[in-house]
């Protein structure tokens, strides 16, 4: 059984495949995820009342699993990972794009039209 030190409260591991401690605060013992029984301890530390680990559960904002998005353009591939309006991303020239998916389409466009200028500008020279 493996033990552990929290703000001065020991915590006992129960159980590792459900992640199950316990924490023994005045005379209630809480068991519980590792996560929700460090936020009682905090609780308690803070403002001296017991929360049970499973009511930090309810507070906490359900994350929504966002699929990564992948398009290509003009040759290259611009991600998103997060769904986030500027989470995109792309490497160009050897470099990290990060923005608005408009934005990076935008730099790509003007930077190949200006790679294209500069080759028919060498082309007239020679």
């Known amino acids: 059984m493996a033990f552990s030190n929290y703000r ?27 996560a929700g029984i460090k936020k009682s301890v905090d609780w308690f530390c803070d403002t001296a009342s017991i929360i049970e680990p499973s009511e930090f559960s ?19 591939v611009i991600q998103n990972d997060t769904g986030d309006v500027n989470g995109w991303y792309c490497m160009f020239n050897g ?14 466009e003007q930077t190949l039209l200006a790679m294209k200028k500069h080759q028919a500008a060498q082309q007239l020279k020679k």
């Open 8 to 34: 001065g409260f020991n915590l006992k591991l129960l159980s590792r495949e459900n992640d199950q401690w316990q924490v023994q605060i005045k005379n209630r013992v809480l068991q519980g995820k590792l």
């Open 58 to 76: 309810s507070f906490e904002p359900k994350r929504q699993v966002v699929k990564g998005t992948a398009e290509k353009f003009n040759g290259f």
């Open 95 to 108: 470099r990290l794009l990060k923005g608005a998916k408009s934005a990076i389409q935008k730099h790509i």
